[in-house]
Each structure stands twice: as structure tokens, then as C-alpha cells.
């Protein structure tokens, strides 16, 4: 048996295990961050009435202006929930709205807010 490709194949071994074990521990903490640090919401996003932005924002063109006004309409009397990054709000009231609206996939969280994060309201 050649040492020296078994040395070099060793090295590789190392080099991959630690690779692939460094991402399993990366997947794995951020999971679990997400699990354990948001707090559910105590709003109830379920059951709301979306009309205010079923009635104003609509496709196919989804008007970024006109969406984003009615988002906030609706958003706003709740950012002080909406904003609290402890709690799963945000979260679940883009989940809902989508649901609501059937509008595409992280359209409001992409376009209406700052930052990706907050409402920003007056
Ligand atoms: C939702 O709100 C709209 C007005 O914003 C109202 O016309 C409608 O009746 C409401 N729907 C329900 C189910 O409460």
C-alpha cells in the first residue's frame, strides 16, 4: 500500500467529515434557534379580515403602491406585535395573508417592509 495515498486520502476524509459535520451543526442550531426563541404570537392572524387588502391589492400586476398601502392599512394597529422580533407575528400574518389572498410567495415581506423585518408605520 502507497503511504502516501493513504495519507492524502486520510486528509480528505478529515477534510470532508469536518466540512459535512459543520454543516449538519449549522442546520441544526439555526433550527433550533427558530424553535425555541419566538414566542407564539397572541394575535389572532387566523381568523382576521383581509378584506382591506383583498379589495385593493390584486393580480395579475399586484401594484407595488397600492399593495403596500392596503398592507399597512391592515398592518399597522398591530406593528407594536408585528415588530416584537420575540414573537412569531410577522411570520403568521404573512402566512395568513398569503392563504387570504392567494398572493405569491413572500410577496408583502419582500416588497412592503423595512428592511424585511418591520412595518414601518406613522
Ligand atoms: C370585512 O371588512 C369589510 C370592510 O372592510 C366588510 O365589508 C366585510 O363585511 C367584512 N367581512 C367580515 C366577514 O366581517
Given at each position: 500500500?502507497?503511504?502516501?495515498l493513504l495519507s492524502n486520502s486520510l486528509h480528505l476524509f478529515l477534510l470532508l467529515s469536518f466540512f459535512i459535520l459543520n454543516v449538519f451543526y449549522t442546520v441544526y442550531s439555526s433550527r433550533n434557534l427558530i424553535q425555541t426563541e419566538k414566542v407564539p404570537?397572541?394575535?389572532n392572524?387566523?381568523?382576521?379580515n383581509y378584506t382591506i387588502i383583498t379589495s385593493q391589492c390584486k393580480g395579475p400586476h399586484y401594484p407595488r403602491q397600492e399593495c403596500c398601502a392596503?398592507?399597512?392599512e391592515f398592518a399597522c394597529p398591530y406593528s407594536q406585535n408585528i415588530n416584537d422580533?420575540?414573537?412569531d407575528c410577522l411570520t403568521l400574518m404573512l402566512s395568513n395573508?398569503?392563504?387570504?389572498g392567494g398572493y405569491p410567495v413572500g410577496m408583502f415581506g419582500n416588497t412592503c417592509?423595512?428592511?424585511k423585518?418591520?412595518?414601518?408605520c406613522p
Open positions: 500500500m502507497n503511504l502516501k404570537c397572541t394575535l392572524f387566523q381568523n382576521m392596503a398592507f399597512k422580533e420575540s414573537t395573508i398569503r392563504l387570504y417592509l423595512q428592511g423585518q418591520h412595518v414601518d
